[in-house]
């Protein structure tokens, strides 16, 4: 009697071990697959924040935005060429100091334009000039004179959406006021709600991506009220 008891218990409790074992399996795949997904995520959040740096020179003066960077004004892209290396935060030191001017040679500069722009439109060095301030180009010392000053930036950039397409990636860029930005109760810094948004293409050239278009673009459904 007793080997038939033993018997009656076998098969649910077989199932039991089966269903025990699924779960464990099905509990192992799920937490296999959110931690590839937050490692994604994360992947994703990273790239998104290093464009956003990229693109913090280009954004502060709101320039003119362009379907291709043939088309674009050639003295908006060398000043933001100019502000990616004071952003940049380099030591003054490493540079010509003249009465209140610091030069910064064309060679630099053209680094930062291709690292900005890529090579598919050749630099022409030239003086900016805007209601702010000037950057007069010394083609005799082959370099852009710069005003040791400080500037408030117009806009800062935040990037919203990111698509990508084979060798493209699309950004969607929402331009926050430079001066917008409060502090809380709790001294928590409040940015303001965008003054617009823009569509940043970037083509991709070996291991790194360049600017190629910069576009109006409407509010994304997902935050619009």
């Known amino acids: 009697m007793a080997e038939k008891k033993d018997r009656k218990w076998a098969k649910p409790l077989g199932f039991l071990v089966i269903i025990l074992a699924i779960v464990g399996v099905v509990f192992i795949v799920l937490t ?3 931690s590839f997904t ?12 290093k464009f956003q740096t990229m693109l913090v020179p280009v ?12 088309k674009a004004d050639m003295g908006q892209l060398i000043e933001a060429s100019i502000w990616s290396i004071i952003k940049s935060d380099v030591a003054t030191d490493q540079y010509e100091i003249e009465d209140g001017m610091i030069f910064f040679p064309a060679a630099d500069v053209e680094a930062k334009y291709i690292s900005l722009f890529g090579a598919e439109r050749e630099i022409e060095h030239q003086t900016v000039a805007s209601s702010a301030f000037e950057f007069e180009y010394d083609s005799e010392r082959e370099a852009y004179k710069v005003p040791i000053t400080g500037v408030d930036a117009t806009y800062t950039p935040k990037v919203i959406d990111m698509t990508e397409k084979s060798n493209t990636i699309v950004l969607t860029v929402a331009y926050l006021s430079g001066s917008g930005f409060v502090q809380d109760d709790t ?4 940015e303001p709600a965008p003054s617009k948004y823009v569509k940043v293409t970037l083509r991709e050239k ?19 009220k």
């Open 206 to 224: 070996g291991k790194a991506y360049y600017i190629s278009a910069i576009q109006p673009t409407s509010a994304p459904e997902t935050i619009s």
């Open 32 to 34: 296999v697959v959110k």
């Open 187 to 190: 001294g928590a810094m409040v």
């Open 38 to 49: 937050a490692k994604q995520a994360a992947a994703r959040k990273a790239e998104m924040l």
């Open 59 to 70: 954004v502060m003066n709101d320039i003119s935005e362009f379907d291709d960077i043939t």
